[in-house]
């Protein structure tokens, strides 16, 4: 029943910047831990970041770290990831992930819930 959307996807250039927003359907949004993750063509999906209920913790990939920011708006059920200085090794479809444990984790098989994916493209 639960439903997350992505936005916000694009091409962009080395340099740039991107913000992605993840809607959720329901009124239990703020007690998901919520996280994002990418996939690049012929890879696996990997873990981007993730932020736990409330938003008073959070986690990133060595990848992404003093480059990305998530965050979340419980208000709005929407979740975002600000991406600075992107790469072209940032080049992939990202998913919005949510899980109900309180626990911390940047395992995909720990999430139960998905959106279809933003494509986000970074030129050289």
């Known amino acids: 029943q639960v439903s997350l959307v992505e936005s916000g996807g694009g091409l962009v250039q080395a340099g740039g910047s991107l913000r992605l927003s993840c809607a959720a359907s329901g009124r239990t949004f703020s007690s998901y831990t919520m996280a994002w993750f990418r996939q690049a063509p012929g890879k696996e999906r990997e873990f981007v970041a993730l932020i736990t209920n409330f938003g008073g913790n959070t986690n990133y990939a060595n990848s992404v770290k003093g480059r990305f920011t998530i965050s979340r708006d419980n208000a709005k059920n929407t979740q975002y990831l600000q991406m600075n200085s992107l790469k072209p090794e940032d080049t992939a479809v990202y998913y919005c992930?949510?899980?109900?444990?309180?626990?911390?984790?940047?395992?995909?098989?720990?999430?139960?819930?998905w959106g279809q994916g933003t494509q986000v493209t970074v030129s050289s």
């Open positions: 992930a949510g899980r109900i444990s309180p626990g911390i984790s940047t395992r995909k098989e720990s999430y139960s819930y």
